[in-house]
């Protein structure tokens, strides 16, 4: 017998094509292609992907097999909106682009312990407390624990602000971009 079509198995469907089809829109504007528009309703249909009712978001990745920088994202934005473009201009800042680096969201603990075992980088970046709180296993304020390398597994972990607390808070830059320079540092991204 085929398989019977239920609402959770509908919605399911649907919400894993709309996030195949955000990343593929955010991939795409990452590599600059500006030939085609969404409308309002779209995009605001697509920067709320994932977060389908009361449902925790489900664990969504991209990225090459092994890289150096693999990002933890605590909204699950990735390059999508204003928050997207401003870590595509941090990475440009240090030298990088979208598709050298891993990011997934911070939804699922297991996802993200599996996929660092996969792809072994060299350096985790935890974007905003959340991904912070579940890398590292622990509860203080953002405050105490950003900008100090922690390590994860023999990992160096560099916990930072999200690109939204610096679109609300643009004093934040500054750290931000202090906390990428030590992770160039790490990785030989200086000249």
């Known amino acids: 017998m085929g398989k019977i079509n239920t609402i959770q198995s509908v919605a399911s469907e649907f919400i894993r094509t709309l996030q195949d ?6 991939h795409q504007a990452a590599l600059g ?3 085609f528009t969404l409308s309002q309703v779209s995009q605001d249909t697509m920067d709320r992907w994932g977060r389908p009712g009361k449902k925790a978001a489900p ?5 090459p097999k ?10 699950g ?3 999508n909106g204003k928050r997207g473009e401003l870590l595509g201009k941090i990475l440009n800042a240090m030298h990088l682009t979208p598709e050298s680096v891993f990011i997934c969201n911070a939804s699922d603990a297991v996802s993200i ?7 072994a980088p060299k350096i985790l970046i935890t974007l905003g407390p959340q991904a912070g709180h579940l890398l590292l296993n622990i509860t203080s304020p953002m405050e105490q624990f950003q900008g100090k390398l922690h390590t994860y597994n023999g990992i160096s972990v560099m916990p930072t602000f999200h690109p939204s607390a610096l679109l609300a808070q643009p004093g934040l830059k500054r750290k931000v971009w202090e906390d990428m320079q030590q992770v160039m540092q790490l990785i030989g991204l200086f000249p």
Do not use: C, M, R
């Not at 664990?59 to 990225?63: A, K, N, S, Y």
């Not at 312990?113 to 792809?119: N, V």
């Open 21 to 26: 089809f955000s990343q593929y829109i955010a």
């Open 33 to 35: 292609n500006a030939s």
């Open 59 to 63: 664990f969504l990745f991209q990225g």
């Open 66 to 75: 092994n890289p150096d920088l693999f990002f933890v994202d605590s909204e």
């Open 77 to 79: 934005s990735f390059f």
């Open 113 to 119: 312990h599996t996929k660092i075992e996969q792809t």
